[in-house]
């Protein structure tokens, strides 16, 4: 490897030399000035080797100056903060910055997985499709550690990410995308007629490619004039600028997301608290696509050696960083643009020929290139590239077009290789949302023709290459143009030159890079063509053209001119593949955005949440609640802290925060009327002061939602969800109102939050609750089981509801939540003598389980009716409509073999079934077996010392007595007795105590 | 007697120094959710008899005398803000006057937290949550929001220029809490359009 | 992400904050006549859906807004919502001609019920 300077002795607008910056690279400390970025700092130390390839392991150099490059893939920073896959090309340098190249191993330089370019002919296109379909050891010995050395761009961060990310929104009346000369004079022609205008630019600094542009405007550089328009933009107040910006993506009705890199480049700014990286949500009236144009490489034979770029590039490198990549370069070109990287590399001192395919070029670039005695070579080819790790020398070939194989060459020797193919509209943003776009012969490319959005593309993004019509375009933008003086060089037409040919054809050795990130050349495009890829996308996936992360930005139209040429169509015949966003990758960080750690999900807590927590409680989430599922003391397992619960409930006395059910007023004229349609069982003959338990089903006649529901008045109602319920069935019951019964007095207003709702249940828990002295008689004469009252326990307002979920007698009482934790304490105190204990969910389930209590969820799942869970006594045969009903009569639901829920009780009364386990009509060696149902909720009952279970069997309600078979994981077979599902105090006593 | 104990959903969290904006937790306003329609001549003027001035018929909006307020939530919607210990007595009156009038007025005073949001960039902060334009001309003081906030539901409630209320389902106090101290923290803020 | 403007409080927001409630004017049998309802009513009502390229008629709902019900007339090809209108309503009558298959039938029947 050469170690000659490559920094020139004077140049570099991004650069300050005054600033040295040190930074590691591989572990290797290297220095390069403020303002450089990873790719100049790295290539003005002499290093020409920045990463390898995807598949072959091939070694890679540069090739672009921004978001395109794709060989050039680092990671940076180190442990936790370490973030791989960026491009050499955006990292701005700073002292203390860690960077390292990826997909080698054990170093860049020597590379054990290179040996992939030695048998590269095994890897063609399709690889991986037809590897699959070879015998299955050959796959497991040979090509998948093959492959897992191969494959995998850069590694993931070790640990907890520390850095911050967020989202923000915004609104713009327009959003430019792209802040070069088209993108800057557009901004400011909208921001003339006073509208909100957003700018958003990928680069640290605005301008795009001015600097590389040749031609004055008003008698400035283009590149100061694009500094002088920048400069008035950013002191407009209706121009809000974001550069190191880059838009992602564009969605219906002009959405766009944008990725912005806050402190990427300078540690200082992460120190200060500002996030990481920053996601806007953008939404604009109107978009201006000013993304300008991406450089095409040229397909010619190896390519991808390090050290061959686009001109584009090398242009960039000189003129911004004083850089240059070796002292004696071959510029090679189909197009006039090509030229002005010659004259910069002259300018520089280095050597310079050029080599253009086009027999007869006549634009300006070219006479004078001649007539400065640039050595040109006209209708000529590279057709070989000597070096492995960079480049010694080239081949020169005359060239025809349409030739398939050249046949004299000449030997030059160079370091490296300007290539330029021509230039394409970035079109990504606008084809992201269906913009449709056409072929455009002059350009050889496509550019955008129509949009369902409001959003137009401008400049070189629209295929307008010359300075002077994007100025005319841009101002569109604006109500009064104003006229500019352009002066740039005329250009000669260019043509296209999708494969430049060797000595070999496609396959004989050589290789022409088309997708170089993904390791596509022509022939494995050609190939995929001769085995029936006719279809571009089918190509796309077969060859992984155009894929990944460089969404064909460098390798689309190239890929498709090879196609053409190999299959005799024309490229708009062939099509191109699908832009999908993003337009460059993002981090996973920015996409989280702020939503981790305690945001990752909304937690809901009840009034009593710290108090359970305080209390050794073990949550269990409910939806977005966490709520309370056992209070494990000191030495307690789960399993004894649920046991201790459940007989504390049965015997004495629990309190269990039952805040997150739901609670919705309903009031008005119709509303038991309402009722008794939304239900399946009667609330219009419900007295005033009483509770009613109820079943929704859904229009489908399944079953939706359970609970109690109180009527405070004659036209007021307080009813009850599930906890998982209870925003949907608030929005179910206004729904129903607003869309179908408009003719209903009747208003709901959910209320679910303003109540802390603890259950006092057990044997004492009048005894408890007197203690509090209640303002109301709470006998059982007085306050009989599924009735209602309200009053005082002292101080405390209170709802009280004389309602079980326990089957023990229990009391459901709701205070206004902010007064939730001090009842709470005071019931706990009350309750102390009588033994009282808060008890959690899981306790509540086996109680209720016990009372053959259905859950809505556990014994029903979307696909079970009131009568399949033995509740038909609950549908009303009276109500001429209520929802469900009508599909409750369909013969399918009413026919036989339904599956009915049953008790269970295992043989061994020390087996608890396992939830959910399948019942079996004949227990046979090995599946399949005929399964005739599944137990839905299954318990070890401390109460009866022994387990039960409810599970839905088909005909289970007239297999009473029968013994059904469970086979489960291992081998075992449980059998169980079908029962009915009351397993404790059938009689129902307990809970009118 | 038992005395009862008064504890609100953000009563523990104090806001840390850290943050670019004030941020508290209002708890000493009461809440009445009313529903009645705008349409309903007697419904208005009953109201407006407790009151003492109309209900805001325009969406978004709200209207106020000292320290009775009714924001505007539907066609059919308001909510009544007053002081925490006058609201038994308002609800009371409402009934009163609502008697045979199709209507429905619960007291909500518990229901939501309200935090309280003050400082230059409070609308650029809670902007990192929402996808309002909250600094255009549309959320002028006075303005009424009901909105998605991060991932919940909230209300929103532009008191002054610089002055914004937030009011969200008490169980989600500490999300939002949690999500406005990151979103708010000094270094963090973001300006749009110079304001 | 699309961008929706409720007819009852004229708040726009993104489409999450609003609640796509699936085909409009679909009529439930039971609510007019809760006896004869054949089993082909109920399967129409229940599962039958208009699924058109082009103009297509909506149910939403202000979820985060005003919490109200609506109809929206939207173009499944261009995203473009063409009009929004109350939840009882029939859509504006320049787009109930423009309605083609399914929706032209559908129009005709309503519109001729009506006379
Ligand atoms: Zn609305």
Not at chain 1, 49 to 68: A, I, T
Not at chain 1, 759 to 767: E, L, N, S, T, Y
Not at chain 2, 133 to 155: C, H, N, P, Q
Not at chain 2, 189 to 195: G, Q, W
């Amino acid at each position: 490897m050469s170690t000659k300077p490559y920094r020139l002795a004077e140049g570099g607008s991004r650069i300050d030399r005054s600033r040295k910056v040190t930074f590691s690279f591989d572990g290797k400390d290297i220095s390069g000035f403020a303002g450089d970025t990873l790719a100049s700092a790295v290539l003005a130390s002499g290093q020409k080797l920045f990463g390898r390839s995807f598949k072959y392991h091939r070694p890679r150099g540069l090739v672009g100056l921004g978001s395109e490059e794709m060989n050039a893939l680092i990671g940076i920073g180190v442990g936790s903060r370490h973030e791989p896959n960026l491009r050499a090309t955006q990292i701005e340098i700073f002292n203390g910055l860690s960077a390292e190249s990826q997909n080698r191993w054990p170093s860049l330089k020597y590379d054990v997985g290179a040996i992939n370019s030695k048998f590269s002919r095994f890897l063609p296109a399709g690889f991986y499709y037809k590897t699959f379909m070879w015998p299955k050891s050959f796959w497991k010995h040979v090509y998948e550690p093959f492959i897992r050395k191969a494959a995998g761009l850069g590694k993931a961060p070790e640990g907890r990410d520390p850095d911050t990310y967020e989202h923000m929104h915004v609104h713009a009346d327009v959003i430019i995308v792209g802040g070069g000369i088209a993108g800057l004079t557009a901004a400011e022609a909208a921001a003339s007629t006073g509208t909100k205008v957003l700018l958003c630019d990928e680069n640290p600094v605005l301008g795009g490619i001015a600097d590389l542009t040749a031609g004055m405007i008003d008698g400035e550089c283009v590149a100061d004039h694009a500094a002088t328009v920048a400069a008035r933009l950013a002191a407009l107040p209706n121009v809000h600028i974001l550069t190191r910006t880059t838009v992602v993506g564009h969605f219906h009705h002009n959405y766009l997301m944008a990725f912005e890199r806050v402190g990427d480049h300078d540690p200082a700014i992460l120190a200060s608290g500002a996030p990481k990286h920053r996601l806007w949500k953008i939404r604009a009236d109107k978009v201006v696509v000013a993304t300008g144009a991406l450089e095409r490489p040229i397909a010619f034979a190896n390519n991808d050696r390090p050290n061959i770029m686009l001109a584009s590039a090398v242009r960039g490198l000189i003129g911004r960083y004083g850089v240059t990549p070796g002292s004696k370069g071959v510029v090679f070109t189909n197009n006039d643009d090509a030229y002005l990287t010659a004259f910069a590399l002259k300018k520089a001192g280095v050597t310079v020929r050029v080599v253009d395919s086009r027999a007869r070029p006549d634009g300006a670039l070219v006479k004078r290139a001649i007539a400065e005695g640039i050595d040109v070579n006209l209708g000529s080819v590279i057709s070989a590239v000597e070096g492995t790790s960079g480049v010694t020398a080239v081949k020169i070939a005359a060239y025809r077009r349409g030739q398939g194989r050249v046949i004299t060459e000449k030997r030059v020797d160079c370091d490296f290789i300007a290539m330029s193919g021509g230039w394409n509209p970035a079109l990504h943003l606008w084809c992201h949302n269906g913009g449709k776009i056409e072929f455009d012969d002059s350009l050889q490319s496509f550019r955008p023709k129509s949009h369902t959005d409001n959003i137009v593309a401008v400049g070189a993004a629209n295929g307008t290459m010359s300075v002077e019509a994007t100025l005319v375009e841009a101002q569109a933008l604006g109500k009064k143009a104003k006229k500019f003086i352009v002066q740039e060089p005329e250009r000669g037409a260019s043509e296209s030159l999708w494969f430049a040919p060797a000595t070999g054809k496609y396959n004989e050795g050589n290789k022409h890079f088309i997708d170089f990130q993904n390791d596509v050349t022509a022939a494995d495009l050609e190939l995929a063509q001769r085995e029936g890829y006719e279809s571009v996308e089918h190509t796309k996936r077969y060859t992984t053209f155009g894929m990944a992360t460089d969404q064909g930005k460098t390798s689309n139209l190239n890929g498709l001119g090879v196609i053409s040429e190999a299959t005799g169509k024309t490229i708009p015949e062939i099509g191109v593949t699908t832009f999908r966003p993003p337009y460059t990758p993002y981090s996973f960080g920015a996409i989280a955005g702020s939503l981790t750690n305690d945001l990752f999900l909304p937690v809901r807590r009840t009034p009593i949440f710290q108090w359970h927590s305080d209390h050794g409680a073990v949550f269990e989430p409910v939806g977005q609640w966490r709520r309370a599922y056992t209070y494990p003391q000191a030495s307690e397992s789960k399993h004894e802290a649920i046991n201790r619960e459940i007989l504390c409930v049965r015997n004495k006395v629990g309190l269990l925060d039952a805040s997150t059910l739901g609670k919705i007023e309903i009031k008005g004229p119709d509303a038991a009327e309402f009722l008794d349609r939304i239900y399946t069982n009667t609330f219009s003959t419900l007295k005033v002061g009483k509770c009613r338990y109820g079943l929704m089903m859904n229009e489908l006649g399944f079953l939706s939602d359970d609970g109690v529901t109180a009527r405070l008045a004659d036209d007021h109602f307080i009813m009850h969800t599930t906890s998982g319920g209870a925003d949907r069935i608030g929005a179910w019951l206004e729904e129903w109102l607003q869309t179908e019964w408009t003719n209903y007095k009747v208003f709901v207003t959910p209320v679910t939050e303003q109540w802390a709702q603890f259950a006092v249940a057990g044997p004492r828990a009048r005894d408890v609750l007197s203690k509090l002295g209640p303002d109301f008689d709470i006998s059982n004469e007085a306050f009989p089981h599924m009735s209602f009252k309200q009053g005082h326990f002292g101080g405390y307002p209170v709802r009280v509801y004389r309602i079980s979920f326990s089957g023990e007698m229990s009391f459901e009482v709701a205070t206004p939540a902010n007064f939730g934790q001090g009842l709470w304490n005071a019931i706990m105190e009350a309750g102390d003598e009588f033994g009282l204990s808060a008890y959690g969910t899981e306790a509540l389930h086996v109680l209720r389980a016990e009372k053959g209590y259905i859950v809505v969820g556990d014994e029903s799942d979307g696909t079970v009716t009131p009568v399949d869970v033995g509740m038909e006594g609950m549908v009303s045969k009276k109500k001429p409509d209520f929802i469900g009903k009508r599909s409750l009569e369909q013969s399918f639901l009413k026919g036989p073999n339904r599956k009915q829920l049953v008790g269970l009780l295992t043989e061994d009364p020390t087996d608890v079934l396992p939830d959910g386990a399948y019942a079996v009509a004949a227990v046979k060696n090995k599946p399949p077996m005929e399964m005739i149902g599944q137990v839905t909720s299954t318990y070890m009952s401390p109460t009866l010392g022994r387990s039960i279970a409810m599970a839905l069997i088909q005909n289970g309600r007239s297999r009473m007595g029968e013994v059904i078979s469970f086979p489960l994981e291992g081998g075992k077979v449980m059998k169980a007795t079908i029962t009915d599902t009351v397993f404790y105090d059938k009689e129902g006593g307990r809970i009118h105590a | 007697m038992l005395e009862p104990q008064f504890e609100s959903a953000l009563a523990h969290r104090a806001a840390p120094d850290t943050l670019s904006i004030s941020m508290r937790e209002i708890s000493e306003r009461g809440m009445i959710d009313l529903r009645g329609l705008a349409t309903d001549k007697k419904f208005m003027s009953a109201v407006k008899s407790v009151l003492g001035f109309d209900l805001p018929k325009a969406p978004r909006a709200s209207t106020s005398w000292g320290d009775l307020k009714a924001l505007w939530l539907s066609p059919d919607q308001w909510l009544i803000l007053c002081t925490r210990s006058k609201t038994n007595s308002l609800l009371a009156e409402l009934n009163a006057a609502l008697a045979k009038i199709h209507s429905l007025a619960v007291d909500v005073s518990d229901m939501r937290a309200i935090i309280r949001l003050e400082g230059e960039s409070v609308r650029e902060t809670l902007m990192k949550g929402s996808s309002l334009d909250l600094i255009s001309d549309d959320y002028k003081a006075g303005t009424v929001r009901r909105m998605r906030f991060a991932e919940i539901a909230a209300l929103l409630h532009v008191v002054e220029e610089n002055v914004i209320d937030i009011y969200v389902f008490r169980s989600y106090a500490e999300y939002t809490w949690a999500f406005l101290t990151k979103a708010a923290r000094k270094g963090a803020e973001v300006k749009l359009f110079k304001r | 992400m699309l961008v929706v403007t409720c007819p009852v409080c004229n708040a726009s927001g993104d489409e999450t904050d609003f609640h796509y409630g699936g085909q409009a004017h679909v009529r439930r049998p039971a609510t007019t006549d809760p006896v004869n309802i054949t089993d082909e009513d109920q399967r129409d009502y229940l599962f039958i859906r208009h699924n058109p390229k082009g103009l297509h008629f909506e149910r939403w709902r202000c979820d985060r807004g005003c919490g109200k019900w609506f109809h929206a007339a939207r173009d499944t090809v261009t995203m473009e919502f063409k009009a929004t209108y109350g939840i009882t309503e029939l859509p504006p009558a320049e787009l109930i001609k423009e309605a083609k298959g399914p929706w032209a039938d559908y129009f005709k029947k309503r519109l001729k019920e009506k006379a």
